[in-house]
């Protein structure tokens, strides 16, 4: 797993926990092990890869593998003996790292306790550097600090940079900022300083040449080529639920049009389902491996029940305008096509585009809840007397 991955994989496992726990939660999974919580104040000693994830970490010990650390403030007193990932608002490094350190953060800090055997990234609205780093240094923030010994190549992008008085450069040093500065003959000769100037509008002008060519706004072309793939896909996908399931989808498309009202309330309360399903496969911490089912799930959920909502409310309107309730499947393809038409003009015009379609897949899905239920539970087709004969109306 990359670098990239892993700290992805950090964020998403805050996401998904930290607002649900206020003590700590720990977990091991092999060798990995996992920390969640709201506030976390943890001495760890693990012998794999570490993730830590919380609205405020602080954690201190030794960790043999990698260690990810995500949180809104975070502190990091911990002998690393591969890689730290660190992510936050606030993030303080302070224990040694035996390869490679990557933080980002609004506010970055490595303090003089901090020693990195490898490189080190920072990457921040205000970064300060003072542990050394044995490896090359690559900085970028607004304003920039460094008051540490870099064995390696040093190359920082800012706005503001200053040395403090154990500022050392014992490889290149190449520096970006809008006017060029000077850097003292202790931090580095002047031969091995090279000034690379930036500034807001060369970067203005260089993104306008880099996206000359590129149109702000969707062609007309564009456009209709995008809604003829849709309306082909729906196509295709009622031809295959009118083709293997037609029996069932006349069924929900009644529910539909005989209960509009408790069909989107069911709609609603389906559609919370999946979506807590999310958040709860999570929180078991084992179950996260299944949360892209969970998600993929709720995908298909939300197109199933955009097309037979879709249907639905065109089929009712068909009947309503005196066609018949049963035509051939090409007429009722031919209708689904005129909704997908009709709806996709409504996007058109803003916030009625959105509620119309948020309308159709909450009764779409609603129709869908209400077949697994009654599959479920049972739903008898006649209500009879003692005597085993139909009730009247």
Known sequence: MSAFSTTLAAIAFAALTQAAFADTVSTRNGDDTFFSGGLIS?????????????????????????MHVSGFDVSVDVNVAEDLYAMGATVVVRGTIAEDLSVMAFSARTESSSETAGNARLMGNSVTVEGPVAGALSVMGRDVILNAKITGDVRILAQTLSFGPDAVVSGSL?????????????VASEDRVTFERVSGGQIYEEWQELSKDIP???????????????????????????????????????????????????????????????????????????????????????????ALGAYSVAMRLWTGLGGADDPSNVARLAILAAAITFIALLNFIPFVGWVANYTLVLLGVGAMTRAVFQSLIGSPDVVLDVDMKPIED
């Open 42 to 66: 943890q001495s760890i000693d693990t012998k794999g890869d570490t993730f830590v994830a919380a609205r405020s970490a602080r954690v201190k010990g030794a960790a043999l593998g990698d």
């Open 216 to 306: 702000t706004l969707p062609t007309f072309a564009s456009m209709l080529f995008g809604f003829i793939v849709s309306l082909l896909f729906f196509l295709a996908l009622g031809a295959l639920m009118l083709g293997f399931m037609p029996k069932r989808l006349a069924r929900m498309r009644r529910s539909i049009a005989a209960a509009p009202g408790q069909t989107f309330m069911l709609g609603v309360i389906g559609l919370s389902m999946l979506f807590g399903a999310v958040l709860v496969t999570a929180l078991t911490i084992v179950g996260l491996p299944f949360v892209p089912i969970a998600v993929l799930a709720i995908v298909v959920a939300w197109v199933l029940g955009y």
């Open 174 to 186: 190449t520096y970006s900022t809008e006017e060029k500065i000077k850097v003292p003959t202790r």
